[in-house]
């Protein structure tokens, strides 16, 4: 680093809350959102006024949820002054910040649909061009890419709550964190983590690499602690290196899966391979990716509900669902200045999970693992829902299985089900178990029984010498007469 690097590391490092919070507290994501709402509560005369109290107490749920609701009145009243598009979508719904008191009366404020953003970035655009210190286009798997802007504060609260879940995994910061994305994806989260670390103090390694050999040995070489990665890719080098590498010898602290649903059946076969916890971690490219990670509980991943909303709704009808429901999920960021989304759909499938969690947290709540997109959902036979989680726990299942895709056509008048699968062993027993693995899901059977779908097909590939990023798990290929 140049000196001048080290002095703006060095000035933005005193701006982050998640260096204030102790490393050896037992819950430094719960700390560290505390310490965020007695800020607000020390700085903010409106959040005093909004709660009505002198002094601040004890954090319940209920204060942070006062809190939450304060700060979405105040995003949505920057909004409405400065982005063309909430200027004119407020208006239309007739819906002002003061009309916003409870959770409840959040189903006045109209969703924003992502295609609106595709469409015209610079609607949501909230300061001038001059202001932003960063752009950032999503990927665009599903559709348009989408472009978003962010100020040097808002990539500094991305750092902050990337350094906070990192934390809250067990990472110290004397420990190596090895940053696992393919390089071959369009985005780069190993930038944006290595940075990350960097600002906020802690160490870290970026390995890329396909082979094998090479990562293990990057990993020995740096004393990896931490795993985080593209989840299919941790996957691959996984069941590459198994046989031929004492994994559990690493004595890694856990591994955080990301960009990508972990199934159950990939995190018991990565637990079993390394001797460690795999956590999950979810966030959207819009909200700036770090939002949510897992607990060691592992039933659901804690939101940075500090910086983001997290609604559930009916994804037919918009309207908010009571915790435990599932539905889409809707995200606000409470926080960005650059091109804030509020009520934004998501397409992703889980549902919220009130605190407490035993894992200590008594404020902030989880989702549940998000399922997957809305648009990969289809049926199947007799009107059966298939979705890439139900393929991803049962083939993931088969020891040696790597990935699949599935490609359903309709030739007859029965569906026709191609699973391609890659997998590493004798194809022919691969062949056998993952067709035993399909056939034995009751989605499955009943269309089998009910003669609406052709016997299946499996065909397994070896595993190709390059790491080729997850395509569509599900390809529809049948026409429909309502499409
Ligand atoms: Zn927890």
Redesign the pocket.
């Known amino acids: 680093m140049s000196l001048k690097e080290r002095i703006i590391v060095a000035y933005a490092r005193t701006k982050l809350s998640s260096r204030k919070v102790s490393e050896n507290v037992e819950?430094p994501l719960h700390d560290w959102v505390e310490l965020k709402v007695r800020n607000t509560f020390k700085h903010d005369e409106g959040f005093r006024k909004a709660l009505g109290r002198a002094t601040l107490g004890e954090i319940d749920r209920r204060t942070f949820e006062e809190y939450q609701l304060y700060r979405f009145r105040r995003q949505m009243a920057y909004v409405m002054e400065n982005s063309p598009y909430y200027q004119k979508a407020y208006a239309e719904a007739g819906v002002r910040p003061e009309d916003i008191r409870t959770m409840d009366d959040l189903d006045k404020v109209p969703l924003t649909d992502p295609n609106a953003l595709a469409e015209e970035p610079f609607l949501f655009l909230c300061l001038s061009q001059s202001k932003i210190a960063r752009t950032f286009s999503t990927s665009g798997t599903s559709g348009k890419p989408k472009r978003l802007f962010y100020t040097n504060d808002d990539l500094l609260n991305i750092v902050d709550s990337i350094a906070a879940a990192l934390r809250s995994a067990g990472l110290k910061s004397d420990e190596t964190l090895h940053i696992m994305f393919p390089a071959v994806v369009a985005w780069d989260p190993s930038l944006m983590l290595e940075s990350a670390c960097k600002v906020a103090g802690l160490r870290s390694v970026v390995c890329s690499d396909v082979n094998v050999e090479e990562q293990m040995r990057v990993m020995r070489e740096q004393q990896a602690r931490m795993i985080i990665g593209l989840t299919s890719f941790i996957y691959r080098v996984t069941v590459l290196a198994r046989d031929r590498f004492d994994l559990r010898a690493l004595g890694l602290k856990a591994i955080i899966c990301s960009s990508e649903p972990l199934s159950e059946a990939v995190r018991h076969e990565l637990e079993d391979a390394w001797g460690c916890k795999c956590l999950s971690q979810y966030g959207l490219t819009e909200m700036g990716l770090a939002t949510t990670i897992?607990?060691?509980?592992q039933?659901?991943l804690?939101i940075n509900e500090a910086d983001f909303m997290v609604e559930v709704v009916d994804p037919a009808t918009g309207k908010r669902l009571p915790p435990g429901e599932e539905g889409e999920l809707v995200w606000t960021a409470l926080s960005f200045q650059g091109s804030p989304l509020l009520r934004y759909r998501s397409c992703d499938i889980s549902h919220y999970i009130l605190?407490p969690?035993?894992?200590?947290?008594a404020i902030i709540g989880?989702i549940g693992k998000p399922k997957g997109r809305l648009n990969d959902a289809t049926k199947i036979g007799l009107g059966e829902h298939i979705f890439p989680a139900l393929f991803d726990e049962a083939i993931m299942k088969v020891h040696g299985a790597l990935s699949y895709q599935l490609i359903i056509d309709k030739p007859s008048y029965r569906d026709h089900l191609h699973f391609i699968v890659e997998y590493n062993g004798d194809l022919e027993k691969g062949k056998e178990e993952v067709l035993k693995a399909i056939t034995g899901l009751e989605e499955i059977r009943s269309g089998l029984e009910n003669d609406l779908i052709d016997p299946i097909e499996v065909e397994v590939r070896e595993v190709p010498h390059d790491f080729t990023p997850k395509r569509r798990p599900i390809i529809d290929r049948r026409k429909r007469f309502d499409a």
């Open positions: 819950n897992e607990c060691f509980v039933q659901g804690h605190p969690c035993e894992c200590g947290h989880k």
